[in-house]
């Protein structure tokens, strides 16, 4: 059984439309990228595409030295929401050097180390959109309190923060967070409510490691022979599990978080 | 069976006579308070008792506005390491006000939003010194890779913060962490190969729970009658089980840490 997300999509939309009528000014998002690749240039195209549908301004800012004009927008009052488009091109900057300096109030992905804290701190104003996604689907399909969720693959923005969301306050969660180290997966998911996979690997959640009635949220997205595919396998599209689509799942949600963060980035501005 | 510290703690000392010979000056530490119950005069009593034993110069500092005086001792030079005595008096005051306001590079109790940001990105120079503690005192008894750890109990400090730094690379582990909404706890923490147990209440984690071999990482600290308890009961004080002692345990490894901290902050504050 295929998840809908169009409540979720409605909530979102819904928090934009707020914001949007407190605003007197079109929000300004930019996509800063050292390395504009076809891959990339189709990815921008799209961001621009879904940023003109919600009224965002939008632009694509192309960069041979990525540290001095994250300095410069930093401190641009012209600008509400920062992308940065991965990945690097620039070998001496890692993830982290981006994380640290990048503006926590422009900071539209979630992914400075300010904003990982203030998650920590169960303060979820911008926390990285994929993981924020999966969080928002899963809360829509189930009450979150006590559920065993099983949560496969640990990248920092994805795996970890989704962990670190679902045992919190207010959701309260009991989540198991697994790693390819793992020696008794199956029968850790077997026994779950719930699995948040996100390890990219096409296909790779079978049934042989799911129990009927388990909603599962698939946060792959797999190129294969040109073809996409998420991180679950196709025998599980069947009407005994539950599971968001690939493409039409996570990824929707998730673009629209990061629209719903550009108008809560241009809040922050004016309160600077 | 009693789990040595031995150890961990020489390992501690090490770093901080390297740490020690390359200083020229004595390192400062400040512990703030305004909120100095006879409680608190104690427990700082110990704190300097600690701090002179590795050579820190230490003061208390009473005050009557915390957040005014983080304001200053966050920029003093002459100032390495600042704790801040808790529960606070201010009830206009929380914890994340304190948490953000901290000087990161002074953070020695690793309490900051900044440094749990940096925690999330699998960076460890200030963590929450109990949950590395109880890191330190786990990888010390085994390797973490594919073992199963159950983190029972899920305050930010410790619960929470073992937990995301468990999961890392470099250890890998298959971590669950749990909180009082868990339906199956028993059934959890019987296939584990550890548990951390941090609820602080009295001598909760008994036999029923635990399976011969596991090691248990006792972080409480409870008074009851007048006498001081872990969180692990009696009865599992047994050759069977592996068990920190309460105390001389977790809260040793953790005083010594927050030290060898004060000596990094020295470090920091010198590159500044």
Redesign the interface.
Known sequence: MIIKIDKVLEKLEDEIDIIKSKLIKTPKMISISDNLTSATRSYLKSQKKIANKYGIDFSVIETDDIVKDLNKYNNDKNIDGIFVSRPLKNKNYQ??DI?RLLNPNKDIEGL????????????EYFVPCTAESAIKILENCMDL??K?IVVIG?S?NVG??A??ML??KNR?A???????????LKE?TM?ADAVIVAIGKAEYLTKDFIKEGTYIIDVGINFKNGKLFGDVSKDLYDKNYYITPVPGGVGTITSTILMRNVFRAAIKNIKQ
């Open positions: 993830e982290i994380a400075s180390v300010y904003n990982m804290g203030e998650m920590v701190y169960e303060n309190e006590g065993n640990r920092i970890k923060a962990a670190i045992e919190r309260s009991t989540v198991t967070i697994t790693n390819s180290r793992t020696k008794n850790l026994k």
